[in-house]
């Protein structure tokens, strides 16, 4: 290798910095992006993650073009291993969609690291009405997928959230786990007012599965709103009928 070549040689910072705003770019054109997509991925560094990330915030025609620019970026990050954890923590921390930076954390870190950055970011929405609720979905509906004593106390307030899908979700994340006792109280309280047939279902199921009775004070009120192939028994736990 000569002089010249020793010092035009490419530097992990000066390929990110060359390759970075082509890959963040839904203008650059489909081959240059994916030459790009190569280019940074090769490095498998933080760095690197950073830079892949925002390819996963547009979507570019044709569908399969997009495709593979996302398995792309995507086995590239997998392939960097815990040293995308952060980067991509940093991404969830601002993304609109959370699809794939979650995809992303449930392969490159352990399950109680997800499940402690999840409630982390749940820790920071609120119950309120908002425009665009998919990320509290996006993060409810997952951890409806795991069991962790830590997720009761988070997802509690959330079974009444303004939005019903959450609300939805709220309820299956709290029957995933091995003592969902504490919710009851609250549970009880959503039976009375639940306009969500699905939602009201749901919930009757973790009472049935507990085997937890309702009140003197709200069985009558339940009774009257149960949806259909519920029922009351005489100790006020409810079941399904058949």
Same mark, same amino acid.
């Given at each position: 290798?000569?002089?010249?070549?020793?010092?035009?040689?490419?530097?992990?910072?000066?390929?990110?910095?060359?390759?970075?705003?082509?890959?963040?770019?839904?203008?650059?054109?489909?081959?240059?992006?994916?030459?790009?997509?190569?280019?940074?991925?090769?490095?498998?560094?933080?760095?690197?993650?950073?830079?892949?990330?925002?390819?996963?915030?547009?979507?570019?025609?044709?569908?399969?073009?997009?495709?593979?620019?996302?398995?792309?970026?995507?086995?590239?990050?997998?392939?960097?291993?815990?040293?995308?954890?952060?980067?991509?923590?940093?991404?969830?921390?601002?993304?609109?969609?959370?699809?794939?930076? @979650?995809?992303? =954390? &449930?392969?490159? !870190?352990?399950?109680?690291? *997800?499940?402690?950055? $999840?409630?982390?970011?749940?820790?920071?929405?609120?119950?309120?009405?908002?425009?665009?609720?998919?990320?509290?979905?996006?993060? @409810?509906?997952? =951890? &409806?997928?795991? !069991?962790?004593?830590?997720? *009761?106390?988070?997802? $509690?307030?959330?079974v009444a959230d303004a939005n019903d899908e959450a609300r939805f979700f709220a309820v299956g994340a709290l029957a995933r786990q091995a003592d969902p006792s504490p919710a009851q109280p609250a549970l009880e309280k959503l039976l009375l007012t639940e306009e969500s047939v699905r939602t009201k279902a749901r919930t009757l199921e973790?009472?049935?599965?507990?085997?937890?009775?309702?009140?003197?004070?709200?069985?009558?009120?339940?009774?009257?709103?149960?949806?259909?192939?519920?029922?009351?028994?005489?100790?006020?736990?409810?079941?399904?009928?058949?």
């Amino acid at each position: 290798m000569g002089l010249f070549d020793f010092f035009s040689k490419a530097t992990p910072e000066s390929v990110i910095q060359k390759h970075a705003p082509r890959i963040a770019s839904k203008r650059t054109q489909n081959p240059d992006r994916w030459d790009s997509i190569q280019a940074v991925g090769k490095l498998r560094s933080a760095a690197a993650v950073e830079a892949l990330l925002p390819r996963f915030t547009f979507y570019v025609d044709p569908s399969i073009t997009d495709g593979e620019e996302k398995d792309e970026a995507f086995r590239y990050v997998l392939e960097t291993g815990e040293q995308a954890i952060e980067p991509v923590l940093k991404f969830m921390a601002k993304a609109e969609s959370l699809a794939w930076p @979650l995809k992303i =954390l &449930e392969r490159v !870190a352990s399950a109680e690291r *997800v499940v402690e950055e $999840l409630l982390a970011l749940l820790g920071k929405m609120g119950t309120d009405y908002e425009r665009d609720p998919s990320r509290k979905l996006a993060i @409810l509906s997952t =951890l &409806e997928e795991r !069991a962790d004593p830590r997720i *009761v106390a988070a997802v $509690l307030p959330f079974v009444a959230d303004a939005n019903d899908e959450a609300r939805f979700f709220a309820v299956g994340a709290l029957a995933r786990q091995a003592d969902p006792s504490p919710a009851q109280p609250a549970l009880e309280k959503l039976l009375l007012t639940e306009e969500s047939v699905r939602t009201k279902a749901r919930t009757l199921e973790l009472f049935a599965a507990q085997g937890w009775a309702l009140g003197e004070a709200t069985r009558s009120a339940v009774q009257r709103t149960l949806p259909a192939g519920f029922a009351l028994g005489p100790d006020g736990v409810p079941k399904r009928r058949g």
